[in-house]
């Protein structure tokens, strides 16, 4: 599991298979409000990048935040 | 336990009943920002711990309305943020202090669970710079801090917790977040809230008994660097320079932990002689040999061993800690002793003692009392005198250096005495209670009050052992109580303290000493202590034997008992 995925997992309380790219917060109601500053932050913490806000607003599902990170310098399979 | 790992438990919450864990506790949490990532690590803690948690937080920025009525349940926790870069009220409303505090004594009225309250800490920054005196915030955050203070001195329920130091471990930059201050109102960084929420349940842990109280430790590696069976006992890295100064001061860090009362043990796969070499030789060994409770050096699996410590030490594998620098080990303990909490070790030893000392939450203590203080030192001292009688069953006294204090009549000492005569069983010939009010009367109207400390080379047991004579004529006195706490069985204090009793009545013009024995369930220990004195037997009467010495012929010829037990004791008088 990559860290990226283990982030959501762990975070949404979802199994690692519900982690694929076209999670969103309009098919997983654990992704509310609250849980999407967590993954923000987590994913911040685990990669050492920052997001602005507007970056992290625009994750819109889970293939998002992958190309995200990648454009950080982050290895999102990693 | 890392912030996200905790934040999985935490997501499983909703799935788990308050009957799917050993025990639960209701907690309430007011807070004037948002707190639902706090909240979110409460739970997650709460349930890694075994406590199913009954949250209650207070609606959001909800609390000046009613502070006291968001309160109460088992802990209440109240966390108000102020920081430069938002307005607040505790700025821009200067009774708002005043408010608040009034709110929290209120509370604290009502509640017979305890309070913590975070202190507001101080700014890094502000726009007054230094002009500290001169800045509102500063002002506030001061007359909040000092009336925190003086509730808390009034009220044994409201607990002071220190946010500065909590702020001071990770810093301004990175302890707040002020992406999430303006965006949601969070006010801190994840890494600072997980902090936070382990600092406060800390305190639920004190008031439900389960704080820990006692760190098991590895030695190679964590006490010390290298491995000392190959290195050897000066080999090994302890004292100036790197590494060995980082080792000497985690060894140090602990001493500190034992001296406010945490227990610590060894559980280390070595030979235990090249330990002891290091506790012998090794000028740099920080912690003596006595400072450990219980002792495993050994080859055997650490959780058989750590078994054995929490049984020696009469406490519960769920009060342990366990500290190894090898991953192996702690996996080890981790899988056979699920109750035990085994941390993982930072790699390199300067981050040692920092590592230990951001773990004592788990050892929060509501308050210490200076019987805790002590406590991590005697199970140490009982330990080595242990070690000693076991490798000289027949030497072992010369070896203690028993020294016995024999004191007369001493007032300061009588509410001491009183509670030896209500609490002790065994070595107790007469077993009379006395309150300290009789024992005061009994010494006005003429009876001797021996009290008799009793210390080694180990370590001080206090007063363990009182005589009380008391005249029944001119020539003849009675002794009315002889007893000893059966902590200092088999040192041959009673015979050197009879001795000393007796001489003193003769001096007194006293000739005759009479006694009595009456035999209880539990006072066998004490039972052939007369003849073996010098006294003898004249009658028996149901359960008790009275016995009779006289005091011209005692001081002539003493039993063999006496003279033994006074060839290897110093007396004080």
């Known amino acids: ?78 | 336990m890392t912030p996200l790992s905790c934040l999985e438990l935490a997501a499983r919450f909703e799935s788990l009943s308050e009957s799917d864990l050993p025990k639960s506790a209701s907690i309430s949490l007011v807070t004037n920002f948002t707190d639902t990532i706090l909240q979110k690590f409460l739970i997650g803690l709460s349930l890694s711990h075994g406590i199913y948690p009954k949250l209650r937080p207070a609606p959001y920025k909800q609390y000046h309305f009613d502070l006291a009525g968001h309160g109460g349940g088992d802990i209440t926790y109240v966390v108000f943020d102020l920081n430069p870069y938002v307005t607040s009220e505790f700025v821009s409303d200067p009774a708002h202090v005043e408010e608040v505090l009034a709110g929290l004594r209120e509370l604290a009225e009502r509640s017979s669970g305890p309070i913590v309250v975070a202190t507001l800490p101080s700014h890094p920054s502000g726009a007054y710079g230094q002009l500290l005196s001169d800045d509102p915030a500063v002002r506030a955050a001061r007359a909040f801090n000092e009336g925190l203070d003086a509730l808390a001195s009034r009220r044994k329920n409201v607990i002071v917790f220190d946010m500065e130091r909590l702020f001071q471990r990770f810093g301004e930059h990175s302890g707040r977040d002020l992406r999430s201050l303006y965006a949601f109102d969070v006010p801190y960084t994840n890494d600072l809230t997980f902090a936070l929420a382990k600092e406060l349940l800390g305190y639920l842990f004190a008031l439900s008994g389960m704080s820990k109280k006692c760190i098991v430790l590895d030695l190679d590696n964590t006490l010390w660097g290298g491995i000392v069976g190959e290195a050897g006992a000066g080999g090994i890295a302890l004292g100036p320079g790197y590494p060995g100064y980082a080792y000497e001061n985690f060894q140090d860090a602990l001493k500190r932990c034992l001296e406010r009362g945490i227990l610590l043990a060894i559980a280390s796969k070595n030979n235990p002689a090249d330990v002891d070499e290091v506790f012998e030789k090794n000028p740099h060994m920080r912690l003596a040999k006595e400072d450990f409770g219980a002792i495993r050096i050994n080859w055997e699996p650490k959780s058989g061993n750590i078994t054995e410590i929490a049984k020696e030490l009469n406490i519960g594998l769920d009060s342990m800690v366990f500290l190894d620098d090898d991953a192996a080990s702690r996996e080890e303990v981790k899988a056979m002793l699920p109750e035990v909490f085994v941390p993982d070790m930072p790699s390199q030893p300067e981050e040692y003692a920092r590592h230990l000392f951001d773990h004592l939450y788990l050892f929060t203590q509501l308050r210490l009392t200076a019987e805790d203080k002590e406590k991590g030192k005697m199970y140490g001292q009982e330990r080595a005198r242990r070690t000693v009688i076991a490798s000289d069953p027949a030497g072992y006294l010369d070896k203690l250096g028993v020294e016995v204090r024999i004191s007369h009549n001493e007032p300061s000492q009588l509410s001491r005495l009183s509670q030896l005569s209500q609490k002790t069983n065994q070595f107790n010939l007469t077993t009379r209670r006395y309150s300290e009010a009789e024992l005061e009367g009994m010494a006005e109207s003429g009876a001797h009050i021996f009290g008799v400390d009793v210390r080694d080379k180990f370590g001080n047991y206090g007063l363990v052992l009182l005589a009380i004579a008391k005249p029944r004529s001119k020539k003849e006195v009675e002794l009315d109580t002889f007893l000893m706490s059966c902590r200092v069985f088999s040192r041959g204090a009673e015979y050197a303290v009879i001795n000393h009793v007796l001489e003193k009545l003769r001096a007194a013009g006293y000739a005759t000493v009479m006694a009595r024995s009456i035999e209880t369930a539990k006072n066998r220990p004490s039972r052939e202590f007369l003849p073996r004195a010098g006294f003898q037997k004249v009658g028996e009467e149901d359960a008790t034997t009275t016995y009779r010495l006289e005091l011209s012929t005692y001081a002539k010829k003493k039993t063999p008992e006496l003279s033994e037990a006074l060839s290897h004791l110093t007396v004080h008088v």
């Open chain 1, 1 to 78: 599991m990559s860290k990226l995925t283990r982030i959501f997992a762990s975070v949404l309380g979802v199994p690692e298979e519900r982690v694929t790219p076209e999670l969103s917060p309009e098919n997983e109601s654990a992704w509310d409000s609250l849980n999407a500053i967590i993954l923000v932050t987590e994913i911040e913490n685990a990669y050492a990048i920052r997001f602005t806000y507007d970056e992290a607003m625009g994750v819109k599902n889970f293939g998002d935040a992958m190309k995200l990170v990648e454009s950080k310098g982050g290895n999102p399979n990693a």
